[in-house]
């Protein structure tokens, strides 16, 4: 299952507990009583699985590469959203993404690459459009 998954890996450095491995679980949208293999997960939930690995020692460094591949629409919008809360708490987060639209919104600074060389270095949009906020006319 997700929670043996994650008390295996939370084995390996004996930092957390059960309680903050449900929580973890929970706040990736994943049930923590959930008894279905991690074999039959949805790619969605899979991804989920992962995000919380990645979260659940709390990091001060987070590393995402493409965290919303799998995800549906709502998926999307939670995982927006737990990124965003990491980000409140002072967490640095380095997003790899093809998505114009995540990168906009849940990044300070954008570096883009070409063929493995950086070829930009930009301030993330403050556009309203490019954010999926209404515009004001």
């Not at 790619?43 to 990645?54: D, F, N, P, T």
């Amino acid at each position: 299952t997700g929670k043996k998954n994650l008390k295996i890996l939370a084995s390996l450095r004996g930092r957390i507990n059960d309680a903050i491995i449900c929580h973890t679980l929970t706040r990736v949208g994943l049930d923590p009583n959930m008894k279905k293999p991690v074999n039959k997960y949805s790619l969605g939930m899979r991804q989920r699985l992962g995000i919380a690995q990645a979260i659940m020692e709390n990091p001060r460094l987070l590393i995402l590469d493409e965290p919303f591949n799998g995800l549906d629409k709502q998926g999307i919008q939670h995982m927006r959203e737990l990124i965003l809360s990491l980000r409140n708490q002072g967490k640095t987060i380095l997003l790899a993404s093809h998505n114009a639209q995540d990168i906009e919104v849940l990044c300070d600074t954008v570096c883009e690459m070409d063929s493995g060389v950086l070829t930009t270095v930009r301030s993330a949009s403050s556009n309203p459009s490019m954010l999926g906020l209404p515009t004001i006319r």
